[in-house]
């Protein structure tokens, strides 16, 4: 009896963390990334209602060159590692599908977390407020040290 083969991609990967990622510096920290990919796509692929053809189709109009569904069959095959997705044309299939989500379980094996659309806005809101607190700090701190100005000899 043969056992069934973990995918290398894990679809709990999918929902957002706050947790800071690790960049990738040691030897092997990107072992397994080709594979992980090929496992997004077919994810992507087998989540999306239509045919491998028509978003070939959209990819290719997106990008003015040709992708074909054959393509997109040998970039979504783990055991094909030869055929890996281009970074162009991956980021032409998520955008003609809409899975955002499958970028940020990538991205944090490098070290970086994707922040989308609306989202930048809690970003810089949460940039603002860590700026307001040091500027805070700083009129605290020269508050203990600030001496009435005084001028024209009163």
Do not use: C
Not at 52 to 69: H, K, N, T, Y
Request: glycine share 8%; charged share 25%; proline share 5%.
């Amino acid at each position: 009896m043969t056992r069934k083969r973990r995918p290398s991609f894990d679809s709990s990967q999918l929902g957002f963390s706050f947790e800071v990622p690790k960049p990738a510096t040691k030897p092997a920290d990107l072992a397994g990334l080709g594979a992980m990919t090929a496992a997004g796509v077919s994810m992507v692929l087998k989540g999306d209602p239509r045919s491998r053809q028509e978003i070939a189709g959209a990819m290719s109009a997106l990008l003015d060159e040709e992708v074909s569904a054959l393509m997109l069959d040998a970039y979504a095959s783990e055991a094909r590692g030869n055929h890996n997705i281009p970074f162009h044309r991956a980021l032409a299939l998520i955008a003609v599908t809409g899975r955002i989500d499958v970028i940020d379980p990538l991205m944090r094996r490098i070290g970086a977390a994707l922040v989308v659309g609306d989202e930048m806005i809690l970003t810089e809101m949460g940039n603002i407020d860590r700026q307001v607190a040091e500027l805070k700090a700083r009129q605290r701190m020269l508050a203990t040290i600030a001496k009435p100005m005084k001028r024209g000899g009163r």
